[in-house]
Nanobody
Framework: QVQLVESGGGLVQAGGSLRLSCTAS????????MGWFRQGPGKEREFVAN????????AYADSVKGRFTISADNAKGSMYLQMNRLQPEDTAVYYC???????????????WGQGTQVTVST
């Protein structure tokens, strides 16, 4: 059974940093793309960043480029999202996601984590 477990969310002041983690288990994800989506209050779920397991390929939403960094550790089956210079508009539930093909579309994700709340205060 596939499981994606996120951790690292919390409350932070604007300008601060958080690091999210996602640990994947239940199958071999070596040929999959892993990523992060987020869903703010009253908003649709949106793409944040993704990475191939090799780590050579990464992609970011324009809204987080230069502030967020995605990384992966194959040996641990884990993925991370380092979020710097957080802003109130980054407030959302952040979801770990795995897809057979690299995508920015939520409806093409094969597996989801349960989500972790990130709240950025002014």
């Amino acid at each position: 059974q596939v499981q994606l477990v996120e951790s690292g969310g919390g409350l932070v002041q604007a300008g601060g940093s958080l690091r999210l983690s996602c640990t994947a288990s239940g199958r071999n994800f070596s040929m999959y793309t892993m990523g992060w989506f987020r869903q703010g209050p009253g908003k649709e779920r949106e793409f944040v960043a993704n990475i191939g397991w090799s780590g050579r390929y990464t992609a970011y939403a324009d809204s987080v480029k230069g502030r967020f960094t995605i990384s992966a550790d194959n040996a641990k089956g884990s993925m991370y999202l380092q979020m710097n210079r957080l802003q109130p508009e980054d407030t959302a539930v952040y979801y770990c996601a795995v897809a057979a093909l690299s995508t920015v579309r939520a409806d093409r994700i094969n597996y989801w984590g349960q989500g972790t709340q990130v709240t950025v205060s002014t």
